[in-house]
């Protein structure tokens, strides 16, 4: 849900693919992404972005296992039994469309006869969300200055990390769009979630 507020509100690439309408069984996990984001460019190019996200404590291994989730779903050559192919299935039956220029890019895209068929990237929408130190502890106070400041210093290793990561996956050539989202707790933050949600652990 994170992950879907972001993408739409700051990147403004719409979902068109959610996979929580085709879950039956509350114990089962998800396959494969978190949800399916389209856009098109100026040239017309149809855009795929598949989105991940993990909630953990620890940054580096959160964006160690964000990107190898990733990874399968946009490196591999297209063929039948791809990852992303069974997503791909359920966009052309269950594809959410709203905008008559994502509709046209679509359409052409699953029209295999057409030579526009091929016109298609496919990218990323990445969240992390992790434990930082920089906040107050507790009921303490702070510095909304000082906790910035703090955020900006740690950037630079998040970011260094991310590049490693994107090297180590092959993704380095993809447009990935990365969240990073710094939090008192990360399991504090998903345990404050799902209460907001009404659901019991």
């Known amino acids: 849900m994170l992950l879907f507020l972001l993408a739409e509100r700051f990147l403004k690439v719409p979902q068109v693919l959610c996979k929580m309408d085709l879950k039956t069984d509350?114990?089962?996990?998800?396959?494969?992404?978190?949800?399916?984001y389209a856009s098109v460019n100026e040239n017309g190019l149809l855009k795929l972005f598949w989105g991940e996200s993990k909630v953990y404590g620890d940054p580096t291994a959160a964006i160690r296992d964000c990107l190898a989730s990733l990874a399968p779903l946009l490196v591999e050559t297209d063929h039948e039994r791809a990852d992303r192919e069974r997503d791909l299935v359920l966009l052309s039956d269950k594809a959410d469309l709203s905008d008559p220029e994502l509709t046209?890019?679509?359409?052409?895209?699953?029209?295999?006869?057409?030579?526009?068929?091929?016109?298609v990237e496919y990218c990323g929408i990445a969240l992390i969300a992790f434990d930082a130190d920089f906040y107050p502890k507790d009921d303490a106070k702070g510095i909304g200055e000082d906790i910035l400041k703090a955020a900006n210093?740690?950037?630079?290793?998040?970011?260094?990390?991310?590049?490693?990561?994107?090297?180590?996956?092959k993704l380095d050539k993809f447009d990935i769009q990365f969240f990073c989202v710094p939090v008192p707790s990360a399991d504090g933050f998903r345990a404050s979630f799902l209460k907001a949600l009404g659901i019991k652990k």
Do not use: C, I, Q
């Not at 114990?27 to 949800?35: I, L, V």
């Open 104 to 119: 046209a890019a679509f359409r052409k895209y699953f029209d295999r006869t057409s030579p526009l068929s091929n016109r």
């Open 26 to 36: 509350s114990h089962m996990h998800y396959h494969g992404a978190d949800g399916v």
């Open 153 to 169: 210093d740690e950037m630079e290793k998040w970011v260094k990390n991310v590049k490693n990561r994107l090297s180590v996956e």
